[in-house]
């Protein structure tokens, strides 16, 4: 086996694979470690709009649309608003270039995209866990496990870590900070014969508010329906009974859900997880870089996590690539790649942070589409951008920033139960999760 390449990447997810085979694209000789088989389990069905032109660069778009089921728009759902649902269509955002993105298997979707990655002549290896990292020379030296047992060692210059929320380097340098601003937890499962929505809305993702935070129907193209209930931490410590029957329960709490579960049936354990929402203080030093989850995640809510995985990995491949040509261009490469990544991070996180805030949850509800006003329909094109994936987009600007100040204007004309929510956040923030790690 070759044991020496130029660039080796920890992980053969949707980052991994992406900043693997644009660089092998690049002429780089690139060797990815994945620790599982593919084609296995990943939570995390739901494209983005934006995904798209990345799917297509990578040139695995039709393999994806012939296993996806196309998303027009996001659904929210509420019982405390009128009206009760809004739509979001993809195609009403200020750039309507891409008005659907796919709902697909994670299974089937993180396996086209490593096949690719081998077709492009990356030096793919499942079954393999990286476990220990020499970075501190020119030549980087990594060490990994198989399956069987046998230790492998590989050499390289530049090593990416695109390990999800294994997080391989942010734990081995303890850089990995918890999100102060923001903790959920999740538990999710795949469900036989849920109720679906008809015609062009039948790949519609559906969420809906509850008392405990929120809940997502995602439909696969197989006629399953992965559906998570993302709640507030203290509520799944409050857990009793297994966790089945406590996922069953929660579910049930919405009217609505439980009318369209009528006839549903678990495929599988329900799963759960806590302290989801987390930070690398770093995201690169001297020969190595962090991308997708390995670096950072805060919540599912807008269904960002792959297109920010695949968008760092493609943009991580620009920045590795200039990095390799002029080593001495390290700092200035690496102040503009954080930047960018941080930005649409934070363009995701205003949202993300009062999602559950009766503020927001109000605001997002009130776009009665016929009595609107002009500015109220820019102000939705800009929301429904954040939703695509475009949060970035200078044209959405300015309805964007109208729209952070008419939620504080509305917080303030309703301060006392603005209050009472960030109180309650606050303390929801400090609860540990433990057991769900
Ligand atoms: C409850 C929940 C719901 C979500 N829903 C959505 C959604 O609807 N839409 C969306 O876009 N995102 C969603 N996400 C986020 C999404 O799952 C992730 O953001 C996305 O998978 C990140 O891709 P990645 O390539 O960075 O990491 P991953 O997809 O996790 O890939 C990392 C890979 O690295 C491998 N690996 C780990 N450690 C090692 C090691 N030491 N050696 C070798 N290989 C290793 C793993 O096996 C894995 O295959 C959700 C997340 C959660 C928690």
Same mark, same amino acid.
């Given at each position: ?62 393999? !994806? ?38 709902? !697909? ?56 870590? =695109?390990?999800? @929320? ?7 340098? %303890? ?28 790949? %519609? ?54 009318? @369209? ?18 930070? #690398? ?21 807008? #269904? ?6 695949? %968008? ?8 590795? $690539? ?73 044209? $959405? ?14 917080? =303030? ?15 929801? %923030? ?8």
């Amino acid at each position: 086996m070759q044991n020496q390449y130029d660039v080796l990447v920890i992980g053969g997810g949707p980052a991994g694979t992406t900043i693997g085979s644009l660089l092998a694209e690049q002429g780089w000789s690139v060797c990815l470690l994945e620790k599982a088989h593919h084609p296995r389990f990943h939570i995390g069905e739901s494209l983005l709009p934006l995904n798209l032109p990345i799917l297509e660069k990578l040139g695995v778009l039709e393999q !994806v649309a012939a296993i996806g089921i196309k998303k027009y728009a996001a659904e929210f759902n509420s019982e405390v608003t009128a009206p009760a649902q809004d739509i979001f269509y993809f195609a009403k955002a200020v750039n309507p270039d891409h008005p659907f993105a796919y709902e !697909v298997r994670r299974s089937e979707f993180d396996e086209i995209l490593f096949k690719n990655a081998t077709a492009k002549g990356v030096a793919t290896f499942e079954g393999v866990t990286v476990n220990r990292v020499e970075l501190e020379q020119p030549t980087k030296k990594v060490w990994a496990t198989t399956h069987a047992g046998d230790t492998l060692e590989f050499q390289c210059r530049f090593v990416v870590d =695109a390990s999800g @929320r294994d997080t391989f380097l942010a734990k081995r340098f %303890n850089i990995k900070q918890k999100n102060p601003h923001h903790q959920m937890a999740a538990m999710y499962g795949h469900f036989h014969a849920v109720e679906r929505r008809s015609g062009q809305d039948e790949g %519609n993702i559906s969420i809906y508010w509850f008392e405990h935070g929120w809940m997502w129907l995602i439909p696969l193209k197989d006629g399953m329906m992965s559906m998570g209930c993302v709640c507030w931490p203290a509520y799944l410590k409050s857990r009793q009974q297994p966790l089945n029957a406590f996922f069953l329960q929660t579910l049930q709490q919405v009217p609505e859900v439980a009318a @369209r579960m009528k006839n549903a049936v678990l495929a599988s354990d329900a799963s759960a997880t806590g302290n989801y929402s987390y930070r #690398s203080s770093q995201i690169a030093g001297k020969g190595y870089l962090l991308i997708g989850d390995a670096y950072a995640f805060v919540d599912p809510v807008f #269904s960002s996590g792959v297109f920010l995985a695949m %968008n760092a990995g493609m943009k991580g491949a620009v920045y590795v $690539n200039a990095l390799l040509t002029a080593p001495a261009q390290q700092v200035q490469l690496t102040r503009a790649f954080e930047k960018t990544i941080q930005q649409e991070m934070r363009a995701f996180c205003w949202f993300i942070y009062r999602f559950n805030s009766p503020t927001l949850h109000k605001l997002l509800m009130s776009s009665d589409e016929k009595a609107q006003h002009p500015l109220k329909q820019k102000m939705k094109a800009a929301v429904i951008s954040v939703l695509a994936g475009d949060a970035c987009n200078q044209q $959405n600007k300015q309805a964007l920033l109208l729209f952070k100040g008419l939620y504080f204007v509305m917080a =303030a004309l309703d301060f006392k139960q603005h209050w009472r929510f960030l109180s309650f956040q606050r303390k929801q %923030n400090k609860v540990l999760l433990a057991e769900l790690k």
